[in-house]
């Protein structure tokens, strides 16, 4: 009954929100804790349980929730995305008088809600619906602070997300005046039979377009850096690691699949913005000096790998996209865990500032250094598997052009991380951070986690491949 991944964090959020006074506050972290380690749990061992459709109302409004492998591995990924974010929180938070935590984990909750409806629904209508809760707590994540940056940030991304939801609502209106309905297999039916009927071409086209405004792909990425640097350390954990992926790339590789396939060379246009979304974000990353920036840059070049492997439409190009979204979520995730312990410890993000704080900081550097390597696909790392992946998806495609230029790409990641670590970790140990000591155990064990994740999916990547990655293949 996957309808349980919605309900039960809804009433939680109701549950810490009664007026318990003090208590409520307290209440905040663990509930949000234990929401995400039970998310998990509920994946990995017991994935056949939430087989069965579900229904939530009825009559003309019906929400119908499903959950195949694709939606698990989405569903784990929030989970441990989620918990990373809140140690980061608990930490930063810890003041028991503040107001700040309890903000947070609220909103933190409200966001795993709507990424957990998004990863579950059947029909396009719903898809919006979770799309939009989840983008809302998102504005107030990225303002968290309420500073002047952070307060840019949001507006941008308010603004463009209003542009995609004016896009994907025009298309779900032309949707019910040429199919009747927003569920999935009647859209599919119609995208099928349709040829080249132009309203549905076009509400196809204004729906992907929405989507990619929300997963930040080029040319509408200039909010990106914007909204992950400005955003407080926790929120950035959030946003990199799953947030912009659930909304618009999750969301793609579902509807390009089984959804919108049949449509008019919708291939071409994946392709074509995924190898631009690749190389502009890394080119972009390697001028960067705000070591966020830079992450965030990062983490546009990654996405578009995920799109180019949809380019290939094949199953084999879906589930390549699909396993690199799962581990873009724990090396990013890292990645920005990695930065928010140094920005705590140093109180700068200014890479050229820093320098030598592997001798200070070693856990966090060598951690760091994993997912980097995992990010740039150097085998035996759970980034490697994912990357061949597309490059094998996209050769027997017969894209054997685009094929070679993701190959290439991956160079160019492996050199603005090696900038990155040599800048902030290696070299000679400034004066002036002499005195800096390790991060707080909240900020280093999720480190070391995800990064014991990227080893262990590296090297159990048959496993994996036979026991989900097939199966995504097949849907």
């Known amino acids: 009954m996957p309808l349980v991944f919605v309900l039960v964090p ?13 208590l409520g506050k307290k209440l905040g972290f663990p509930t949000a804790a234990l929401l995400a380690l039970l998310q998990i749990g509920a994946v990995l061992f017991a994935p056949g349980a939430w087989a069965n459709p579900s229904d939530f109302l009825g009559g003309s409004v019906r929400f119908a929730f499903s ?5 698990l591995l989405l569903l784990l990924s929030i989970g441990i995305a989620v918990l990373g974010a809140l140690c980061v929180a608990r930490y930063l938070f810890r003041d028991s008088k503040s107001e700040e935590g309890p903000r947070f984990f609220n909103l933190t909750i409200l966001a795993m809600i709507g ?27 990225i303002a968290f602070e309420r500073q002047k940056e952070g307060l840019e940030g949001a507006f941008k991304y308010l603004i463009l997300s209003a542009v995609a939801t ?31 009927d132009w309203v549905v071409l076009l509400a196809v086209g204004l729906f992907v377009g929405g989507l990619f405004i929300k997963g930040g792909l080029v040319p509408f990425h200039a909010w990106v850096p914007d909204a992950y640097s400005s955003a407080p350390a926790p929120v950035s954990v959030l946003l990199a690691g799953i947030v912009t992926k659930t909304t618009g790339v999750y969301t793609l590789i579902r509807l390009s699949g089984s ?20 190389f502009v974000g890394a080119l972009a990353a390697m001028w960067q000096k705000d070591m966020k920036r830079m992450l965030a840059y990062s983490s546009v070049s990654q996405v578009g790998y995920i799109i180019l492997a ?12 699909a396993f690199h979204l799962f581990n873009h979520a724990i090396f990013k995730g890292q990645l920005f865990i990695n930065a928010a312990a140094v920005e705590k410890q140093t109180g700068t993000r200014d890479m050229d500032q ?22 740039a696909g150097i085998p035996p790392l759970a980034g490697f598997w994912s990357k061949l ?31 990155l670590q040599r800048k902030v970790f290696f070299g000679k140990l400034s004066e002036r951070f002499a005195s800096v000591k390790e991060a707080s155990l909240w900020l280093v064990l999720p480190a070391l986690i995800l990064a014991l994740v990227s080893i262990g999916v590296g090297l159990f990547f048959p496993l994996l491949w036979d026991t989900i990655l097939v199966q995504v293949a097949g849907i």
């Open 259 to 278: 959804v919108f396939a049949n449509a008019f060379h919708l291939n071409l246009v994946f392709l074509a913005v995924g190898i631009l979304t690749i």
């Open 389 to 419: 992946l597309i490059v094998v998806a996209l050769w027997k495609a017969g894209q054997s052009g685009f094929a070679v230029a993701a190959i290439l790409a991956s160079i160019l990641t492996l050199a603005y991380f090696l900038m």
């Open 166 to 196: 004016v896009m994907m609502l025009s298309s779900i209106g032309l949707f019910v005046l040429a199919v009747g309905d927003t569920s999935f297999a009647s859209v599919a039916k119609a995208v099928a039979e349709g040829g080249g």
């Open 10 to 22: 809804l009433i939680a959020l109701l549950a810490i929100n009664l007026p318990l006074g003090s």
């Open 310 to 321: 949809l380019g290939a439409a094949s199953p084999l190009g879906a589930a390549a996209a």
């Open 67 to 71: 959950a195949d492998r694709l939606s």
């Open 354 to 375: 820093m320098g030598g704080l592997s001798a200070r900081m070693p856990l966090s550097s060598w951690t760091s250094v994993v997912a980097f390597l995992s990010a």
């Open 115 to 141: 990424m957990n409806g998004v990863s579950l629904v059947s029909d396009l209508f719903s898809l919006y619906v979770f799309l939009e809760i989840t983008a809302v707590s998102s504005y107030v994540l």
